[in-house]
């Protein structure tokens, strides 16, 4: 039987059953006239639950759908190329009343790298959702400015303020957030952000590779940053770049960068030749550029001996560190060319 149907069905029996009591009241004796109320109030009460419980199954049901459409809508939006598909996506969003849907038409609008009237449609979209999305109404209008004037700052401020919150944390707000702070070049901060949407993505998939790529770019961003300041001969601020770098990564990321083997050469510019064979002995139980450690860790020795056994032969441990020095410029200049094409 159609759903529509049903309430009409309802509402018969607890008219037929209304009438039924009326037309036994007649017939029953006059001490019993009492408890006809009680029956009418209890078929009434039976006929509202029954109403009710229908309407919500409706509704839910509903409910269901436009979230099914609302998902289907981001990732065909942020996951497909075609065009065509990604037009009408935007489109669907906009007639949504969901922070997921709102915070992924921000991220197409303040995308760069998207087609202009991809960025076009999703600013259009967001402008509708805003005329009949009251909750969002003014915060929808102050990230439609911010992306306007390219304001990543702005941005990120409204996003933290109204969508990073203790009742709901969203996969999109960390990942929009991030991807701002990349735009800032503040990629310490953009990693972290990223990080917690990776997290927050395995609970409810939304993005393919998106997340794992922008954390790549972070992290070498980061080692680029360490090699900057090791050239500027900035040596402390190198070794402090290059341990933000390592923070919290993955042995395979911090083997794929040669994170102990830079740190290494870092100590070595600052003479610090221990903390130097320290790097180097994990460098070798990482297996990071396992024969340049092997002849960089030679040179180390020899100098931390000559220190320790000739401490007068100034000459011959001057030779050895500037061939020392010599090395960790060439092993240096290795890394970073390798980086920067990554």
Not at 12 to 36: F, G, M, Q, Y
Not at 246 to 266: D, F, I, K, P, Q
Request: aromatic share 8%; glycine share 4%; proline share 2%.
């Amino acid at each position: 039987m159609p759903n529509n149907k049903i309430p009409a069905l309802t509402f018969w029996l607890l008219i037929s059953s209304s009438l039924s009591a009326a037309a036994a009241a007649e017939t029953l004796p006059e001490e019993s006239s009492s408890v006809i109320p009680i029956i009418i109030f209890g078929v009434a009460t039976i006929a509202l639950g029954g109403l009710v419980v229908t309407a919500l199954a409706i509704w839910s049901r509903k409910q269901d759908e436009i979230n099914s459409m609302m998902y289907f809508g981001i990732d065909f939006l942020i996951n497909t190329s075609n065009t065509a598909e990604r037009h009408n996506a935007a489109k669907q969003l906009g007639r949504a009343k969901n922070p997921g849907a709102l915070l992924v038409l921000v991220d197409v609008i303040n995308d760069e790298s998207a087609d202009d009237s991809i960025r076009e449609t999703a600013a259009d979209a967001l402008l509708d959702m805003s005329e009949h999305y009251h909750r969002f109404k003014k915060v929808i209008g102050r990230l439609l400015i911010a992306a306007e004037v390219n304001d990543h700052e702005r941005t990120v401020e409204l996003l933290t303020d109204h969508f990073e919150h203790a009742e709901r944390k969203y996969v999109q707000s960390a990942y929009v957030i991030g991807r701002e702070l990349v735009r800032l070049e503040k990629y310490a901060d953009a990693r972290e952000w990223l990080r917690i949407a990776e997290a927050r993505n395995r609970k409810l998939p939304l993005y393919v590779d998106q997340i794992r790529d922008f954390i790549d770019k972070c992290n070498q961003h980061l080692f680029l940053e360490g090699d900057m300041a090791f050239k500027a001969g900035d040596f402390h601020l190198a070794n402090e770049r290059f341990a933000l770098a390592a923070h919290g990564v993955s042995t395979e990321v911090s083997n794929h960068y040669s994170y102990y083997l830079r740190a290494a050469c870092v100590y070595c510019k600052l003479e610090d030749y221990e903390n130097a064979r320290q790097a180097l002995l994990q460098a070798l139980h990482h297996q990071q550029e396992t024969d340049t450690v092997l002849e960089l860790n030679k040179l180390v020795h020899k100098v931390l001996d000559l220190i320790k056994e000739s401490p007068q032969a100034k000459q011959e441990q001057e030779d050895v560190r500037r061939e020392l020095d010599r090395f960790v410029n060439q092993i240096m200049d290795g890394l970073s060319r390798q980086t920067a094409k990554a």
